[in-house]
């Protein structure tokens, strides 16, 4: 069974960066490709972004476009989420997820029963 394992969390500044790291087992998903989601206190989780693994096509939700960008490396079987200006409303736990199956570029699939892998989370705090 493939394992995702996230890195990079922790506390930051209002306008801070971070960078998050996914690192999967081996290559289940170099035909679908993966996504951050995020679940802040309360709140029920929420799609971030994703990254098709053929091709590095991305899609965001509107709340993080300009500010977040998603790659991947092939080589490491490894995602990343750069975050940029942040916002206290950017705090909570991100999970990684992977989907097996290919998608097409106007399709993102962006609801947590479309991923088969979850990492375990790494929780981002950022302070006002």
């Known amino acids: 069974q493939v394992q995702l394992v996230e890195s990079g969390g922790g506390l930051v500044q209002t306008g801070g960066s971070l960078r998050l790291s996914c690192s999967a087992s081996d290559r289940t998903f170099s035909d679908g490709g993966m996504a951050w989601f995020r679940q802040a206190p309360g709140k029920e989780r929420e799609f971030v972004g994703a990254?098709?693994?053929?091709?590095?096509?991305?899609a965001y939700v509107d709340s993080v476009k300009g500010r977040f960008t998603i790659s991947r490396d092939t080589s490491k079987n490894t995602m990343y989420l750069q975050m940029d200006r942040l916002k206290p409303d950017d705090t909570a736990i991100y999970y990684c997820?992977?989907?097996?199956?290919?998608?097409?570029?106007?399709?993102?699939?962006?609801?947590?029963?479309?991923?088969?892998?979850w990492g375990q989370g790494t929780q981002v705090t950022v302070s006002s």
């Open positions: 990254i098709r693994w053929r091709g590095g096509n991305t």
């Open positions: 997820a992977g989907k097996r199956r290919y998608w097409i570029r106007s399709n993102t699939p962006t609801t947590e029963s479309e991923y088969e892998s």
